[in-house]
């Protein structure tokens, strides 16, 4: 009896394994979207996204990358006058085409029921598809001199991938956390990382370099503190701004006249700039100035001394006119040596970076994220095929007269991330990544660094670090140490949280 169990048993695991070792999901990446009219462009990252969300169920699996995708789907919206079509595609790897759909619709409240049946008819059409599993596979670790090679299990992959080993650090030492772009030599480790703090901050600029430790400022939407880097962080002074004063950003370039670390803290008073200037004086944040008409931003140009440069805002655009270096004395701001900006260019994204023939080349983010280079005539003369930036801060103005987009009331500007250009000619640009980043609702939840240098016909990637399982806020450079300082948040604000981050320091040599 006992004998016939175990044969019925064995019976129905040689059916059961073979079937359920095939139903591999099928990971699918859903390119950004064309779009006709160019007016509906705004359209382009919406639909990719919401499509991506509808696809995901058991058998399906989107992924953030073409390359890390088993099928391709693109995607058209194109609008005649109120009807609008829906037109999808699923590829494999090979162009081979798995399924062609589409929908129509005669109104913008047919647009997501659509994208409904799009998603279904996708599902239907991929259900003849099965992925083959991963492959059985090793990564051969190249061990320190000292000992052997580690073998280590792979991801799906054919071959075997054979990587250097990681440098030797001392015992107390983090995890490296850089390689090289076209390898993973370690060119850098995590030296020091503080203890989780008590809701998402968003920005964060240096303070003072003590013999006692280094000194934070660390911001958040209403917030304003300094803390200084021991075993954990130490909270020293803080401060707090009116709740219709929005803190967008903060910065610093160094004491003032008295020896003392100042901060320039950018704020948003409804629509328009409401700036503030602290002194950390006495173990106090004194308020300096307030209700300054400008936006900072601290930069490095050329990787030379950093200098705190500002630009306006008008009641059309959300940054307008020349960006122009700053000094302050007593409260008591004096522009000069104005900057013209180059297209897409404004405080925030603007940097320049130094070509082997002695020229100063300007750099900026583009709206859609791509690192775009310009000649010194203004003239696009380099852009990137990956999107880098990628942040949550934000302000609102009203929309109501911008006659592109009359659908939208308020408008929602995202503020772009650093590009950071050091003394030896890299340029370092964040790189934060997340599934869920639908229009103006932005949840990212992974990044990593990367460094280039400008070769005078394009940026050539030098490093980047391992991807880190969070969002990365804000971050700076010191020169002086080689590190690179960096604000995460580990837990996103929400209903029943206020969210949580912590500080990063990593060498950067």
Not at 104 to 130: F, M, N, V, W
Not at 147 to 156: E, F
Not at 328 to 344: C, D, H, L, Q, W
Request: glycine content about 8%; proline content about 5%.
């Amino acid at each position: 009896m006992k004998k016939s169990l175990v044969a019925v048993f064995l019976l129905a695991c040689s059916i059961l394994i073979p079937s359920l070792a095939a139903a591999v999901p099928i990971r699918a990446y859903v390119a950004e979207f064309s779009v006709t009219p160019p007016e509906a462009a705004g359209l382009k990252k919406t639909l990719q996204t919401l499509l991506s969300s509808r696809l995901a169920s058991e058998s399906v699996v989107p992924v953030a990358n073409a390359s890390e995708a088993d099928v391709i789907i693109l995607g058209s919206y194109t609008q005649i006058g109120k009807i609008f079509s829906l037109d999808a595609v699923a590829k494999l790897g090979s162009a081979r085409t798995l399924a062609t759909v589409f929908e129509q619709g005669e109104s913008q409240d047919d647009l997501i029921p659509a994208l409904g049946r799009i998603s279904a008819k996708l599902k239907t059409g991929l259900q003849g598809y099965q992925p083959a599993p991963a492959a059985s596979s090793t990564v051969i670790q190249q061990a320190p001199a000292a000992s052997s090679a580690v073998i280590l299990p792979a991801p799906a992959t054919s071959s075997a991938v054979i990587l250097p080993a990681p440098a030797v650090v001392a015992p107390t030492a983090a995890a490296p956390l850089m390689q090289q772009a076209a390898g993973a030599n370690d060119l850098g480790t995590t030296a020091w990382v503080s203890q989780r703090i008590k809701n998402a901050q968003m920005g964060l600029a240096l303070a003072a370099n003590r013999p006692e430790g280094q000194e934070f400022f660390l911001a958040e939407s209403h917030a304003l503190r300094v803390y200084r880097q021991e075993k954990n962080l130490k909270l020293l002074a803080e401060v707090t701004l009116p709740l219709r004063e929005k803190v967008i950003s903060v910065d610093s370039t160094g004491p003032d006249q008295n020896g003392n670390p100042r901060v320039f803290v950018t704020a948003i008073d409804g629509e328009n700039p409401a700036s503030r200037i602290y002194s950390f004086e006495g173990g106090q944040l004194k308020l300096v100035a307030s209700k300054i008409p400008y936006m900072f931003r601290a930069i490095a140009l050329n990787g030379g001394a950093s200098k705190m440069y500002a630009q306006e805002m008008s009641t059309s655009e959300d940054f307008y006119g020349d960006l122009y270096e700053i000094t302050e004395t007593g409260g008591v701001i004096e522009k000069k040596n104005a900057i013209k900006m180059p297209r897409y260019g404004n405080v925030y994204n603007y940097a320049t970076v130094a070509g082997p023939d002695g020229k100063s080349y300007p750099v900026v983010y583009s709206p859609d994220g791509y690192l775009v280079v310009y000649s010194a005539q203004g003239e696009e003369i380099w852009r990137s095929s990956e999107k880098f930036g990628g942040s949550e801060t934000f302000f609102q103005r009203d929309n109501s007269s911008n006659a592109r987009d009359i659908n939208e009331r308020v408008r929602w500007r995202f503020l772009d991330q650093r590009i950071v250009v050091t003394k030896d000619g890299q340029l370092v640009v964040p790189q934060n990544a997340g599934f869920f980043v639908i229009g103006n609702n932005r949840s990212y939840s992974k990044y990593s660094l990367v460094s280039f240098t400008w070769t005078g016909a394009s940026l050539e990637e030098r490093w980047r670090t391992k991807q880190n399982q969070n969002y990365l806020a804000d971050f700076f450079y010191k020169p002086a140490s080689r590190e690179l300082v960096l604000l995460e948040v580990v837990q996103k604000e929400g209903v029943f949280t206020s969210g949580g981050s912590t500080v990063r320091v990593l060498r950067a040599d």
